[in-house]
Antibody, heavy 120, light 108 residues
Framework: QVQLVQSGAEVKKPGASVKVSCKTSGYTFSNYYMHWVRQAPGQGPEWLGIINPRAGTTKSAQKFQGRVSLTRDTSTTTVYMELYNLRSDDTAVYFC?????????????WGQGTLVTVSS | EIVLTQSPGTLSLSPGERATLSCWASQILSSNYLAWYQQKPGQAPRLLIQGASRRATGIPDRFSGSGSGTDFSLTISRLEPEDVAVYYCQQYGNSPFTFGPGTKVDIK
């Protein structure tokens, strides 16, 4: 069965960076795009970006450009999201979510979420 | 960026009643690339509906979606206690992929 297992909760200070991992299993890793979505407390989900696991190419939402890096390790079928220069309003639960094979943003499987808290 | 608006903000109904949730897009969604997700507290969103009206795998038939262009709706035909959740619409055809603010469904 498809599984996306994320790394544990993080507490960071403003200005620091955080790297969240998402270990995938149960499907052909290179056949499906992977997305990152975050959800601040009491808010709706917000899309951060997408990675093509086969080519390693990425695209991020404009508000995160220059501040987010999406990477993958095909040997371990794991994707990573690193967010730099953290601010207090980056406090949120971060999810990886599997997309389709075409790059559209329809998410059929989700990780369990990783709480990132930014506080001085 | 496509902006999605949802109403009502909260819906309180009795078990067995019909729930109708609305979602409007700021521009026409190509090929009706509109999805609905259900999110329960402490959980990730769960895909219910894609392509505006196609139920995802394993979703009960009391959930149905309709609409086209800019106006969409999700109907729960007979509300059950386990349907208490926040429901989000999402457009997935144009990057950035955006979500609505959600409708919270409660049981009276």
């Amino acid at each position: 069965q498809v599984q996306l297992v994320q790394s544990g909760a993080e507490v960071k200070k403003p200005g620091a960076s955080v790297k969240v991992s998402c270990k995938t299993s149960g499907y052909t890793f290179s056949n499906y795009y992977m997305h990152w979505v975050r959800q601040a407390p009491g808010q709706g989900p917000e899309w951060l970006g997408i990675i093509n696991p086969r080519a390693g190419t990425t695209k991020s939402a404009q508000k995160f450009q220059g501040r987010v890096s999406l990477t993958r390790d095909t040997s371990t079928t794991t994707v990573y999201m690193e967010l730099y220069n953290l601010r207090s309003d980056d406090t949120a639960v971060y999810f990886c979510a599997r997309g389709d094979s075409s790059g559209f943003g329809l998410f059929d499987y989700w990780g369990q979420g990783t709480l990132v808290t930014v506080s001085s | 960026e496509i902006v999605l608006t949802q109403s009502p903000g909260t819906l309180s109904l009795s078990p067995g009643e019909r729930a109708t949730l609305s979602c409007w897009a700021s521009q026409i969604l190509s090929s009706n690339y509109l999805a609905w997700y259900q999110q329960k507290p402490g959980q990730a969103p769960r895909l219910l509906i894609q392509g505006a009206s196609r139920r995802a795998t394993g979703i009960p038939d009391r959930f149905s979606g309709s609409g086209s262009g800019t106006d969409f709706s999700l109907t729960i035909s007979r509300l059950e206690p386990e349907d208490v959740a926040v429901y989000y619409c999402q457009q997935y055809g144009n990057s950035p992929f955006t979500f609505g603010p959600g409708t919270k469904v409660d049981i009276k």
